[in-house]
C-alpha cells in the first residue's frame, strides 16, 4: 500500500470521528437548553392555562 493512500484513509477517519464529535456536542447542547427550558416552564407558578380544546366551551371558527 502506497503511503498516500494510507494518508487518505486516516484523514478520512479523522474527519468522521472529528464531524462526530462535533454532533454529540450539539446535541449536547440542545438537550441541556430543553431540560432548562422545561425548568423555567414548571417553575413559573401561578394557575396552568385552560386546555384549548377541553374546556367548558367549544370555539368554533367559520
Do not use: C, F, R, W
Not at 494518508?7 to 440542545?30: E, G, P
Not at 427550558?37 to 386546555?51: D, I, K, R
Request: cysteine-free; hydrophobic content about 35%; charged content about 10%.
Amino acid at each position: 500500500m502506497e503511503i498516500s493512500s494510507i494518508m487518505t484513509k486516516q484523514t478520512a477517519q479523522m474527519q468522521q470521528t472529528a464531524s462526530l464529535s462535533i454532533l454529540n456536542t450539539a446535541m449536547t447542547t440542545q438537550a441541556a437548553g430543553a431540560v432548562a427550558m422545561l425548568e423555567t416552564m414548571n417553575n413559573q407558578g401561578g394557575t396552568p392555562a385552560p386546555h384549548p380544546h377541553k374546556g367548558h366551551t367549544i370555539d368554533l371558527k367559520g
